[in-house]
Each structure stands twice: as C-alpha cells, then as structure tokens.
C-alpha cells in the first residue's frame, strides 16, 4: 500500500457500516504509517470557512498530520472551495480522508473531487438481495481468515436477516469459535443461529394458511422477539386469505397468468395459492377473514394485549381450515 | 322570503327564537347572550343560528329578509356577524382567543355583535376554556350562538352557560317540499330524495340534484344484492374502498394544489434553483396535515356509504316485521323491489345480524382499523 500522506481518500456510498469500516481501516494505516501522527475527525457540517486549512497544516508537535470529514454532503459552499484548492494541491505530510453518506446531496463537490489525481475514490454499496448478502457473507469470512460454503452461508443469512452489522458480528463470532482456518460448514451454523429466523409476517401467515400451526407459532414468537409491528401480521394474513379468496372464486382452466390478473397476485405466486386453496372452503375463508379483521381492531388498541391476539388469530385461521 | 323560511320542519324551534327577537326589541324577557343549538348533522344547526342572527340584526325587528341588513346577513357580509368554523381538525387556541377579541367590540352599524361558532364541537378544551370568560359575561350588545351535533360535544362548562335549542329531524314531508320550492324539483324526485337522505337536508339536495350522487347510491345499495361467495363480497368491499378513495381524491386534489401553490408562493419558492431554508419542514408538515384531510374524507365517504346500506337493512327488517304498509314509505322507496326480495330471503334475525356487522364495521373503521379489511369482514358477515 502507497503512503496514505499526500493521497485523499474518498468514501462514498450509501451503506454507512461499510463506509465507517473503510473509514477505520484508512485511520488504522495512517497510524501504522506514522505512529506519531494526530488525526483530527470532523463533521463537515460544522466546518466554518478558513478552518480547512488550519486543519490540513503541518502540527507543532509532529509533522505529519490526519484529517477524516464524515458527512461530506453538509459541506457548505465557502468549505467546499477551500477543500477543492486543497485537493488540486495535497501536502505530503498530511492524509486526508472524506466520507459522503450517499445520495444526490453535494454531488457537485464530488464530481469535482473525483477530477484530481490525488483523490482515490472507495464506493460502499449495501448488498440488495439476499443472494448478494450470501455472497457478502462468505467475503467476510474469507477476510476474517476462513471459509464458509454456500450453504453454511445462506443459512446464517435466514437467520440472522439482512442488517450488515449483525451479519458482520454473526460471522465473526463464527470464526473465532471455529477457529481461524477452519472451515465453517452448516453444522457450526446451526450450532450457534439454529431455530433462530429473522421472520416476516408473510412468512407465518403461510405457515398458519399451510396449516403449519407448529411452525406458524414458533415463527410468531420470533417475530414477536424481533419487534415485528402486530400490523404487519395481521395485513400479512389479510392479503394471504384476500388473494384465497379471490383465487376460489375464479373458475377452472384459466392459465396461471390469467388467473394472476384476475386475483391481482404475482404470477409465481399462483401455483403456490393454488396448494394452499385445496386445505380451504369459502365458509372456512369466511371465518378466517373474520378472525383477522377482529384481530386487527384488537392490535390496533382495541385488546388488551396484542401478542395473546396474534397467537389466538394463527390458531383460529389454522383452525378454519378443511376438516 | 324570510330568514326563518330555510328551517325545514322546525317550527317550534322557530316559534322560540322569533318570541327571544321580540323580547330583544321590546326588552322583555326571554332574550339571552349565549345560546347552543344542537341537532342532528343536516338538521340545520348553523342554519337556525344564521337565521335567528338576521332576525335580530333586521332593520324591521322580524327577520323580513328584505332589508339591508338581512340580505348582508345572508350573504355572509354582514359586519355584524361573526361566523367562525373550521376545514381542518379543530378550532385552537389562537383563533378562539382572536375570537374573544372580536366579543369585546362595539357593534358597527347594527344593534348586536353576533359570533357564531359553526363547529363548537371542534373546538379543542383549551379553546373552549378561553372561551369561558367571554361567554359567561359579555358585553351588554354580544350574543354567542355555539353550533354542535349533541350538548355533551360541547364541555360542560360551556354547555351551563348557554340556553340550548334542540333541532329535530325534519319529516321527509318538509324536506321534499323545500326541494320542491327552493330549488323547484319535481314532486316524485323530490320526496324519493328527502325519505332516502332521512331527513339531512344537504344530502337530500345533492341526491335530488346530482346524477353522480344518485348513480353511486344506487351502487352502494346494488352490491346488498350482489353478494353471492366470497369473491364477490371481497370485490364488493374493493369497490365502497375505491368510491370513497375517489370520492377523497375529488374533494382534496384542488384543495391540495392550491395549498401548496400558496406555500410556494408565501416563500418564494420557483421552479428551478434553491430552496429557502425552512421551506422543507413547511412543506412536510402541509404534507402531512393533506394526507390526514384525505384519510379523514375518505373515512367520512366510507361511513356515509354504510349508512346507505343501513338503511337499506332497516327497510328489510321493516318489511319483515310487516310494519311498513305502502312501500312508498320506505326510506329507499325506489329500490323497493330489492327491499322485497331480500325481505323474502332472510328473517328478522338475520337481517338483525347483518344491521349489528354494518355498526360494527363503522365502529372498527372509527377505531384506526385497516378500512378494507374490515369492510371485507362485514361483507362476509352480510352474504351469511
């Protein structure tokens, strides 16, 4: 790695965890370079005019000196012209680092930053699906000094959700149980997040629509456990039995994409309506719906306790099921 | 015309206010400064107090509606008068301490200072306490006419300060004839609109006048019949939740663009290039205040659509019950074939249940409930 004194480092994008480790890691070299050196932290937000370049001289006491600016999009226009001359003209003893939080804001400044030799430029993106976090979670490990395969990895996502600061402190509580270079397989995985579910409540209405009851309370207390808003539960169930109904009632020998605009439900979704419809009758729909409906009055203020009304709501949709 | 002519069916309250104008003449008694008038919501509440603010104002002592000072009265610009109501939420403190302000004045050029709270039950309890003072006591030419659905809207304290007129619901018979007079509908038109509207006179007007009302009442009433599994009940709450939705749109769309034109333009705001700082907060918060207007209006629409098919249920279990002999008198006379069918299908008690899903679903849409759900739940409940 090439000094970082007389180089700008810019962090940008949207995820703030990542960019916050790139930040440290940047203030970690700085030290590692010149253990003497002082780095100054800043929020650009509060920088008055003319305090850049007191920031970015040569220090009394060492000669070299660090400067990170998070939150670079609050930079006001007197600072940004300071921070542009500077970046046509970096001092050698000093190492710069600029964080920006993503988005439109001080977009400006950015392009013009981008335009100098001395600024390298770091994007930190979020992962968006859940397979690009299966993918950011064996990188992780590998970095951490192991390995995970695959299908290790996918199940600690499930477990765990989809939050990158959790997944980083899953992996690496991981490793240093397993030990560094040993691989993490499935097994070690479900030792530590097993039975864990970082649950939605589509996921228990289901389960309670399948019939699933064991499943469908077990997923309703994690949900619970996760502070999943009673809301969501009772609207997840809402749509679940709204598209059963809707799809009971179109008639036979409609292609599965006509009978998704018919019910308005994604097309993929079809088949699967189709399996649960056959555990149904319109009167159990009936009933179920009314359970639900009720329920929602009770989250929303109108019971006593919230949870008991979910709990007896997945029992009594279960329990409107055929036979 | 007098101004006591707009009052439908309320003679006896009619028969009260004009003896406290000759008692306010002559200096009698029977004359007061603070007065609440309560009745149903299209009763004429506001109505009654306009009219009764007029007759004291009259040049003649009788509420002539000819004079200078009842035609001003009519049109909102009598100096006179105060007319003081809301479009948002409720009536704060700011404005009824404005209010209180107005109270302490001279009258200009007639014989009272009149201030009429159109909405006394929005009035929020720290406006109604600021109130107080200048309703116990008022200066010797003030008179206070508070406006609210029922005595208990208004806080007690308030409500002990004031004499109160009740208004009944007029008979569909004097509302018909109204129509028929005012606004010349023809006689048949006129009496199926005033027995449908169960006697709110503005409902009666708008359905005895516009095509759109009418078409959509009609269609509220035809989902009762089409109710047959649960898709269609579900497709039948999925339309009420569209009307209303529309019907929210129709109202707030205008009101929102002018609002926000008049936000942009109190800041200054153009169309390109920067924001004034503060601009983004004022913004949210106009924003946020729209989305509840509509929220409250679309509810509102929801709950009007559900007293429609009530008193279709009501009609039902009249016939049923063999109470109703003509049915001409039935509250949706022009539907009374349906009425008779569906009387033919059901029994009293069942009909009785499908009366309580209806209460029960205005109730939980009242209570924050997911509105669609829970029209879903009572057409479920009405295909039963």
Redesign the interface.
């Known amino acids: 790695m090439a000094s970082p004194f007389g180089s700008i480092l810019l962090v940008t994008g949207g995820s703030e965890f990542l960019a916050d480790r790139v930040r440290r890691k940047a203030v970690g070299q700085i030290r590692e370079a010149d253990p003497a050196c002082e780095v100054a932290e800043s929020e650009a937000g509060r920088l008055v005019a003319g305090e850049l370049a007191a920031l970015t001289s040569p220090s009394l006491f060492s000669t070299s000196s660090g400067l990170v600016i998070t939150g670079l999009e609050d930079l006001v226009d007197a600072a940004q012209a300071e921070l542009l001359a500077y970046a046509a003209e970096p001092s050698s003893d000093v190492a710069v680092v600029l964080v920006h939080g993503g988005g439109n804001k001080g977009k400006g400044v950015l392009d013009k930053l981008r335009k100098n030799a001395a600024v390298h430029e770091v994007k930190v993106e979020a992962p968006k699906y859940e397979r690009d976090h299966v993918t950011w979670v064996r990188r992780e490990v590998t970095d951490l000094g192991s390995t995970i395969d695959e299908e290790a990895a996918a199940l600690l996502v499930t477990a765990v959700g989809q939050d990158l600061r959790a997944l980083a402190g899953a992996a690496d509580q991981l490793v240093s149980s397993a030990g560094q270079g040993v691989r993490v397989d499935r097994e070690v995985v479900a030792q530590y997040f097993g039975g864990r579910a970082d649950v939605r409540g589509f996921e228990i209405a289901d389960a309670a629509i399948e019939g699933r009851l064991a499943a469908a309370l077990e997923q309703l207390r994690w949900a619970e456990a996760n502070k999943v808003a009673p809301v969501l539960v009772t609207s997840a169930f809402a749509s679940g039995l709204r598209s059963l109904t809707k799809l009971a009632d179109v008639r036979g020998g409609l292609r599965d994409n006509e009978v998704a605009s018919a019910i308005g439900a994604p097309p993929f979704k079809v088949r699967a309506l189709r399996s649960q419809l056959r555990g149904w009758e319109p009167e159990g729909l009936a009933r179920a719906m009314d359970v639900v409906a009720r329920t929602d009055v009770e989250v929303k203020g109108g019971g006593a306790d919230p949870a008991y009304a979910l709990e007896r709501m997945v029992l009594q949709v279960a329990a409107a099921r055929r036979g | 015309m007098t101004v006591w002519d707009e009052l439908v069916g309320q003679e006896p309250v009619v028969e009260v206010l004009q003896r406290a104008v000759a008692a306010a003449s002559s200096g009698g008694s029977g004359m007061t400064h603070a007065w609440l008038f309560t009745g149903p919501p299209g009763s004429g509440r506001s109505n009654a107090a306009r009219a009764f603010a007029a007759a004291l104002q009259c040049e003649r002592g009788t509420g002539c509606g000819e004079c200078h000072s009842c035609v001003t009265a009519r049109a909102g610009s009598h100096p006179d008068i105060t007319l003081i109501s809301t479009q948002g939420l409720s009536i704060g403190t700011d404005q009824a301490r404005e209010v209180v302000r107005a109270a302490s004045l001279h009258p200009s050029s007639g014989r009272w200072q009149v201030l009429v709270v159109e909405d006394a039950d929005r009035l929020t309890d720290q406006a109604a306490n600021a109130l107080l003072k200048a309703i116990e006591e008022p200066p010797p030419a003030t008179i206070w006419m508070l406006c609210a659905p029922a005595v208990e809207d208004v806080i007690v304290t308030i409500r002990s300060r004031c004499r109160s007129v009740v208004l009944r619901t007029p008979p569909a018979a004097a509302v018909a004839r109204l129509l028929v007079e005012r606004d010349g509908i023809d006689a048949q038109a006129a009496r199926e609109a005033a027995q449908a509207s169960q006697g709110h006179v503005g409902r009666a007007r708008a359905l005895a006048t516009k095509d759109e009302v009418r078409r959509r009442r009609r269609e509220i009433l035809d989902l009762a019949g089409s109710l047959r599994?649960?898709?269609?009940?579900?497709r039948a709450a999925a339309t009420i939740h569209e009307l209303a939705a529309d019907h929210a749109k129709d109202l707030a769309d205008s009101a929102d663009a002018k609002e926000l034109a008049d936000l942009r333009a109190g800041w200054g705001v153009e169309e390109r290039g920067k924001r004034p700082a503060g601009y983004a907060g004022a913004l949210s918060a106009l924003e946020k205040e729209q989305k509840r207007r509509r929220t409250r209006l679309s509810r509102d629409a929801i709950d009007g659509m559900l007293l429609d098919l009530l008193s279709l249920q009501r009609d039902v279990l009249a016939v049923q019950l063999g109470s109703v002999q003509d049915p001409g008198d039935l509250v949706n006379a022009d539907v009374a074939g349906e009425v008779q069918t569906l009387a033919r299908l059901g029994t009293a008690e069942s009909t009785l249940r499908r009366v309580d899903a209806i209460l029960e679903c205005r109730e939980?849409v009242a209570?924050?409930?997911?509105p669609?759900?829970?029209l879903?739940?009572m057409m479920?409940?009405l295909?039963?």
């Open positions: 599994t649960p898709g269609s009940c579900l939980s209570a924050n409930a997911a669609l759900l829970c879903e739940r479920l409940a295909a039963a």
